[in-house]
């Protein structure tokens, strides 16, 4: 029985697209685009279960949905 393929680190789960991610380009995380992003729960509620904790998503995709401001 083959187990499936596990998601490409390198890749966003949502579209495919490079993730941009600075751990998987062998730089400090402190320098990746993601340290100072928000991203929305319902667009981490898009992350397939299969990818969650295995690939980050793209910049273009972590701001598709706006996180909503406290005033």
Do not use: F, K, Y
């Not at 390198?10 to 495919?16: K, V």
């Not at 319902?42 to 299969?50: F, K, M, N, R, V």
């Amino acid at each position: 029985m083959s187990r499936p393929a596990l998601p490409d680190p390198t890749r966003c789960p949502l579209c495919g697209r490079s993730n941009q991610c600075a751990v998987m380009a062998a730089t400090p995380p402190e320098d990746c685009w993601c340290m100072g992003a928000s991203i929305a729960p319902p667009t981490l509620a898009q992350i397939p279960d299969s990818a969650r904790g295995q690939s980050c998503l793209c910049p273009a995709c972590a701001a598709l949905t706006p996180v909503p401001t406290s005033e």
